[in-house]
């Protein structure tokens, strides 16, 4: 079981604007920044969001990512069928002295 | 440009061990800090430890500890990880990453993330 908590799926059409849910708790998300990569089938993750919700080079501004709290979410407007993968969140447990990650969201595009 | 090249393929049964590798170009490898991340099929990431390949600190998940071994030669900037008593629920895509550090305009640390990853390397654990 994951120790950060996101939805297994999610969906929108194109030029829709979508966010991914990620929650945690205080020895994670409530003391460290959340990380985003973005994964397709097949190939390595890629990092998306770091941070404090920043995007690396050559990452597209539709990309954006927020946390509150033990919560943090990662947004993509604009949303195009090149978006269609897996997400998932990623923050340093103080408690595990270790990484920990959400189980991943796939985004479908409609 | 920094590239982790990771060894292919490995079948192993189930008890024995397995030895991946991961070749950093690009960049010293004295560098960097290497994770090694895990992903059995369908499933999400796992993360398994770190190196630091300038001193040879190593870290692990509570997990792990004992079964995994984290070594670097850095006259070849390879980091290796090895993965003794493996079982079934081991089968997994296994990447190596670097963790990169970031800060702020003012120097304050904001946190790491995992900027560069190998191409990951399949073990498959099966009698």
């Known amino acids: 079981q994951s120790m950060l908590t996101q939805p297994p799926s999610a969906s929108g059409t194109p030029g829709q604007r979508v966010t991914i849910s990620c929650s945690g708790r205080?020895?994670?998300?409530?003391?460290?920044?959340v990380v985003w990569y973005q994964q397709f089938p097949g190939t390595a993750p890629k990092l998306l969001i770091y941070p404090h919700d920043q995007r690396p080079s050559g990452v597209p501004d539709r990309f954006s990512g927020s946390k509150s709290g033990i919560s943090a979410s990662l947004a993509i407007s604009g949303l195009q069928s090149e978006d269609e993968a897996d997400y998932f969140c990623?923050?340093?447990?103080?408690?595990?002295?270790?990484?920990?990650f959400g189980g991943g969201t796939k985004l479908t595009v409609l | 440009q920094v590239q982790l090249e990771q060894s292919g393929a490995e079948v192993k049964e189930p008890g024995a061990s397995v030895k991946v590798s991961c070749k950093a170009s690009?960049?010293?490898?004295?560098?960097?800090?290497m994770h090694w991340v895990r992903q059995a099929p369908g499933q999400g990431l796992e993360w398994l430890g770190w190196?630091?390949?300038?001193?040879?600190?190593?870290d692990f998940a509570k997990k792990f500890l004992g079964r995994v071994a984290l070594t670097r030669d850095t006259s070849s900037s390879t980091v290796y990880m090895e993965l003794s008593r493996l079982r079934s629920d081991d089968t997994a895509v296994y990447y190596c990453?670097?963790?990169?550090?970031?800060?702020?305009?003012?120097?304050?640390?904001?946190?790491?993330?995992?900027?560069?990853w190998g191409q990951g390397t399949t073990v498959s654990v099966s009698s």
């Open positions: 990623a923050a340093w447990d103080v408690s595990l002295n270790g990484w920990v």
């Open positions: 190196i630091n390949c300038k001193n040879g600190d190593r």
């Open positions: 205080n020895s994670n998300l409530g003391t460290n920044g």
């Open positions: 690009g960049s010293i490898v004295t560098d960097f800090y």
């Open positions: 990453a670097r963790l990169t550090d970031y800060y702020d305009s003012s120097g304050a640390y904001n946190g790491g993330a995992f900027d560069i």
